[in-house]
């Protein structure tokens, strides 16, 4: 076991609040549980696929995604060559694709100019378009990122995200009777809803004794004006980064 997998286990019994949404959220919750915490749910985003037509990967030399999101629906379309080359902005955006037997999978490091760089290094736009598979907003569009390199990117939209109006009534309750150790955040669009919820009700005063954990300071910026007894900021855009740092 990891320094940090004993830290969080003398911590056993502590809640923490996963803002992810569910499905996500349910498997950073087995994570969590494995070192000892209580995770909570309270999803800030609601996922709602779109119809889409695999039309929109015709063509293409390689498929983009930039959330697990839009790799499940990418998996779930049964009639998609699994040798299609597909280029994740990190590990666990492949994972809902390595489970649906594709073959060709290409991982950067976790932001979206790591994954232009991946791309810039192993493709050429000579060998034809590139497919974007995406939510209806992104907080960096790969078209602008990769038209200065000669990429046509072709974006289709195959899932909405929206943003939740509260908390449930388990986190609320939790946090106001002081409940809550930590908070995680693992996008900008996540935090900014926390935030929003948090700073219109009654429970800003409650987070200030609370820690917040976030994989980036792009996203741990998205928390202000909201007061937390400290932010922590993952050393690098990962799941093991993150639960290093929730670990303190």
């Keep these: 076991m990891s320094p940090a997998e004993l830290e969080m286990g003398h911590m056993?019994?502590?809640r923490v609040l996963l803002?992810?949404?569910?499905?996500?959220?349910r498997m950073?919750?087995?994570?969590?549980a494995r070192l000892g915490w209580e995770p909570m749910i309270t999803p800030m985003l609601e996922i709602a696929p779109r119809t889409w037509h695999d039309g929109a990967l015709s063509g293409a030399q390689a498929v983009l995604l930039t959330s697990a999101n839009g790799a499940r629906?990418?998996?779930?379309?049964?009639?998609?060559?699994?040798?299609l080359p597909a280029y994740c902005v990190g590990p666990a955006t492949a994972e809902p694709l390595a489970q649906a037997g594709f073959v060709s999978l290409h991982c950067a490091s976790g932001?979206?100019?790591?994954?232009?760089?991946?791309?810039?290094?192993?493709?050429?736009?000579r060998n034809g378009p590139l497919a974007?598979?995406?939510?209806?907003?992104?907080?960096?569009?790969?078209?602008?990122?990769?038209?200065?390199f000669g990429f046509e990117v072709r974006r289709a939209?195959?899932?909405?995200?929206?943003p939740a109006r509260t908390l449930t009534d388990e986190a609320r309750h939790a946090i106001a009777a002081g409940e809550v150790a930590v908070v995680l955040f693992l996008s900008v669009r996540t935090a900014l809803t926390f935030r929003d919820i948090a700073m219109v009700g009654e429970l800003a005063q409650a987070c200030e004794a609370i820690r917040a954990v976030t994989l980036s300071?792009?996203?741990?910026?998205?928390?202000?004006?909201?007061?937390?007894?400290?932010?922590?900021?993952?050393?690098?855009?990962?799941?093991?980064?993150l639960l290093a740092a929730l670990g303190g």
């Excluded at 803002?19 to 959220?25: A, E, F, I, M, N």
């Excluded at 939209?157 to 929206?162: K, P, Q």
């Design 217 to 241: 300071q792009q996203i741990a910026s998205a928390l202000e004006p909201l007061k937390f007894a400290q932010v922590a900021v993952a050393r690098e855009p990962n799941r093991s980064a």
């Design 28 to 32: 950073l919750a087995a994570d969590l």
């Design 12 to 14: 056993a019994g502590m």
């Design 19 to 25: 803002t992810r949404p569910l499905q996500q959220s």
């Design 157 to 162: 939209i195959v899932y909405e995200s929206r």
């Design 73 to 83: 629906e990418l998996a779930r379309a049964v009639s998609v060559d699994r040798n």
């Design 111 to 125: 932001t979206a100019t790591d994954l232009v760089r991946l791309v810039h290094r192993d493709l050429a736009p």
């Design 132 to 148: 974007y598979l995406s939510g209806n907003v992104v907080s960096r569009d790969l078209g602008p990122l990769l038209a200065p």
